[in-house]
C-alpha cells in the first residue's frame, strides 16, 4: 500500500511540475527562427503535436498555452508558418 501511494504522489509530483511548463506561440515561433528545413524545425520544436499530409505538402501543428502554431513544409523546406488563437470565443 505504501508503494502505491509513494507511486501516486510522484506521479501527482511529476504531473504538477510538467503542467507549469507550457510554452507560447511567441516562444515557438522564436525557437523556430532560422529553421528551414524539416530537420531543422524537429530540431528546435522536437516532434509536432499534429502531421497533416496532402502529397508533398505537410503541416506540422505545435500546440501551445495560447493557441497554436501551423508550419507549412514543402518537400524538404520549411516555407510558411502562422499562428491561431487560443480556441476560446469571447463574448461581446
Do not use: H
Not at 39 to 65: N, Q, S, V
Amino acid at each position: 500500500m505504501r508503494r502505491v501511494l509513494a507511486g501516486a504522489a510522484l506521479g501527482l509530483l511529476v504531473l504538477t511540475l510538467l503542467g507549469g511548463c507550457g510554452r507560447s506561440k511567441e516562444d515557438i515561433v522564436q525557437k523556430a527562427r532560422g529553421a528551414s528545413t524539416r530537420a531543422d524545425l524537429e530540431k528546435a520544436l522536437g516532434r509536432p503535436t499534429d502531421i497533416a499530409k496532402l502529397g508533398p505538402l505537410e503541416r506540422w501543428t505545435y500546440k501551445a498555452d495560447n493557441g497554436e502554431v501551423v508550419f507549412v513544409i514543402v518537400g524538404d523546406t520549411v516555407t510558411l508558418q502562422a499562428t491561431g488563437g487560443s480556441g476560446e470565443k469571447k463574448s461581446p
